[in-house]
C-alpha cells in the first residue's frame, strides 16, 4: 500500500466533495426525468412501461435515504486516517 503524506489526507477531502456534488446532481436530473415521464400523460405507453416507470420512481426514492450515511462513513473513514497520520511519532 502506497504511503500517504498529510497533505494527500486533504486532497482526499476535495475529491470526496466532488464526488457528492456529482451524486446530488446526477440524482436531481434522475429524479426529474422520471417526474416528468411520470405525470405526463399525453404519451400513451403500454401497462409494462407504467409499471417499470412506477417501480423505478419508488425504488429511486429511497437512494437519497443512504447518502448520509455513505457521506458519514467516508469523512469517518477519512478522519480515522489523519489521526493514524497525525499520531505517528518519528
Do not use: C, E, H
Not at 464526488?19 to 436531481?28: E, Q, S, Y
Not at 425504488?59 to 455513505?70: F, N, Y
Request: no cysteine.
Amino acid at each position: 500500500m502506497k504511503k500517504m503524506n498529510k497533505k494527500g489526507v486533504f486532497d482526499q477531502l476535495g475529491a470526496l466533495g466532488i464526488g457528492i456534488a456529482t451524486l446530488v446532481i446526477t440524482l436531481a436530473v434522475v429524479f426529474l426525468v422520471l417526474a416528468n415521464i411520470k405525470s405526463n400523460s399525453s404519451v400513451t405507453a403500454d401497462a409494462n412501461a407504467t409499471a417499470a416507470v412506477n417501480t423505478l420512481t419508488n425504488a429511486a426514492a429511497t437512494i437519497p435515504g443512504w447518502v448520509p450515511l455513505v457521506v458519514i462513513v467516508a469523512i469517518g473513514a477519512l478522519v480515522l486516517g489523519m489521526i493514524g497520520m497525525f499520531s505517528i511519532r518519528r
